[in-house]
């Protein structure tokens, strides 16, 4: 039986797709919690890792770091902007013009 869509998933999923297109040698995967714990994508690049959340705030969906809604990234319209900002997070200094 498959689980119902979840919105946050979704979005995490568009993160990392935008990822690993524009970041060659990372990884990532989306961990789901079992204990009602949103989900989070986890970002690996070599040995540095990074927990990416999703959160609804009063301006819509946006990524934050970890569970934290007020440690914000960058807003889900926008997986291109928030793939540099968890890059630069992981010591990844060059951005691909793709």
Not at 16 to 42: D, N
Not at 59 to 85: E, H, K, M, Q
């Amino acid at each position: 039986m498959s689980r119902p869509s979840n919105q946050r998933v979704t979005f995490l999923d568009v993160l990392a797709l935008t990822l690993r297109e524009r970041y060659p040698g990372v990884r990532t995967e989306v961990a789901q919690f079992s204990a009602g714990l949103p989900p989070l994508l986890r970002v690996f690049h070599g040995r540095v890792g990074q927990d990416i959340g999703c959160d609804m705030g009063r301006d819509g969906w946006t990524y934050v770091l970890g569970f934290d809604p007020r440690r914000n990234i960058a807003p889900t319209s926008d997986p291109v902007r928030a793939a540099r900002a968890v890059a630069e997070m992981l010591g990844i200094r060059s951005h691909p013009e793709r």
